[in-house]
């Protein structure tokens, strides 16, 4: 079980976060905690770590401690950079598939 730091502490969670993650969801916030870490010349380790044991929350906690403030506005460009990235992958595949 993926814990939640939100709903341990009673807080709600933020528009574009959902309370209980799937586990899409949840790989998907550890890729990009990770990218955002690199970016920033962080080791992840420490924020998987916070992820896996406290929650979402608890490892944006750790980036701002070490980043500073914005961490959760830029968690939020860095991820919709990826999905675009990813939905363009899928429409080359598909261009490509469908040209096969």
């Not at 993650?21 to 870490?37: D, G, K, T």
């Not at 944006?60 to 939020?76: E, F, P």
Request: contains cysteine; charged residues 20%.
């Amino acid at each position: 079980m993926m814990p939640d730091a939100c709903a341990e502490h009673g807080e709600p969670r933020p528009a574009g976060f959902s309370a209980a993650p799937s586990a899409a969801e949840y790989a998907e916030q550890a890729l990009v905690l990770a990218m955002l870490a690199r970016e920033h010349a962080q080791d992840d380790a420490p924020v998987l770590t916070a992820l896996a044991q406290h929650g979402f929350d608890a490892a944006l906690g750790v980036l701002t401690q070490t980043v500073g403030a914005g961490v959760r506005d830029a968690y939020l460009r860095r991820r919709a950079r990826w999905r675009a990235a990813q939905a363009a992958a899928l429409r080359v595949a598909a261009s490509v598939e469908v040209g096969a």
